[in-house]
């Protein structure tokens, strides 16, 4: 499926001639000079294009249809991925994926946002929003993970938590809630990535680590720019005006201290490249691990702890 958002349409032309061009290099030596021009080309021009988005443009990029989602990410960087499914409790839940997979040689223990690529797949993971029995089937995951001494890794892509009366029904807020208790109390070393759309409480329940990264055209924040223009202008037309004043994007997320580090993305965002997406964020993903090696159970929960207590600022 072809999505090209209005102010992309340069540089998806110029990366669609690099990838026809590059299936024809590898059949004649003559065509690479050019292909090696058409990159440079593109790498500049996606620069300029993107260096002046607005804050709702780069909104519009973090949903972007065709950019990769958490089991794009996992085919190309762990390896013996078991998902697990279930809560125990109640359901499955699709809109979340989680299991145990192999990570740099060492086991880890998986939880993610999913979203759909067809409109079947959507309606069954209703869009990555989850619920109750999602975030109660990852709570299954982080005890699982925190018993046999596995760390985590958490991929954050949604719009929220599934708003449906069912949903609340069955203890949406609760389940939420129990979800960052536990996570606070882990006692191994947890790292989110927030790949997407990062969207209030249903980001949160995979948020509470010792390590939030963000892929550069990402956000995270406590309600969507459609929500809060929806409250204070009472209009969702007013969403762009909104997304500046969050002041959500990953470049701001990371001034202010709420994700710790910035994963590059490919020329055109990660959606055009997903193989150059997924390098990237490995490489971040192994430095922001392998930093926490070395601390114990308890060093883990303070540093967690220290972490979130010095968000934000107080004004005497």
Not at 88 to 95: I, L
Not at 178 to 191: C, D, N, T
Request: hydrophobic share 40%; charged share 25%.
């Amino acid at each position: 499926m072809v999505h090209v958002l209005a102010f992309e349409k340069p540089v998806v032309d110029l990366v669609t001639r690099i990838k026809e061009l590059r299936a024809l290099a590898g059949a004649d030596e003559r065509l690479v000079g050019e292909l090696r021009r058409l990159e440079e080309k593109s790498a500049l021009l996606a620069r300029e294009v993107f260096q002046n988005l607005t804050a709702h443009q780069k909104v519009q990029l973090s949903r972007h249809p065709n950019r990769p989602y958490t089991l794009d990410y996992l085919s190309r960087l762990v390896t013996d991925f078991v998902e697990l499914h279930g809560d125990r409790r109640y359901a499955d839940d699709s809109a979340i994926v989680a299991g145990l997979a192999t990570y740099h040689g060492r086991s880890v223990a998986i939880v993610g946002h999913q979203k759909g690529r067809t409109t079947k797949e959507n309606i069954e993971r209703r869009f990555g929003s989850p619920n109750p029995e999602g975030y109660r089937k990852a709570i299954r995951i982080y005890e699982l993970a925190d018993r046999f001494g596995l760390p985590i890794l958490t991929f954050i892509d949604t719009q929220g938590a599934y708003p449906g009366i069912e949903a609340e029904e069955r203890g949406q807020a609760e389940a939420i809630a129990a979800a960052l208790e536990v996570m606070s109390k882990l006692g191994v070393p947890v790292v989110a990535t927030v790949i997407g759309e990062g969207g209030s409480g249903g980001a949160l329940g995979l948020g509470v680590a010792n390590r939030v990264i963000a892929l550069e055209y990402s956000f995270y924040s406590v309600i969507s720019p459609e929500g809060c223009a929806s409250i204070l202008w009472k209009s969702a037309e007013k969403a762009a005006e909104a997304a500046a004043r969050l002041k959500i994007t990953a470049p701001h997320l990371l001034e202010l201290g709420i994700v710790d580090a910035l994963v590059p993305e490919p020329p055109g965002g990660a959606h055009q490249d997903h193989d150059a997406a997924a390098r990237f964020l490995d490489q971040a993903l192994a430095d922001t691990l392998r930093s926490l090696d070395g601390m114990d159970r308890q060093a883990l929960r303070e540093d967690r702890y220290r972490r979130f207590r010095g968000l934000g600022a107080h004004i005497a």
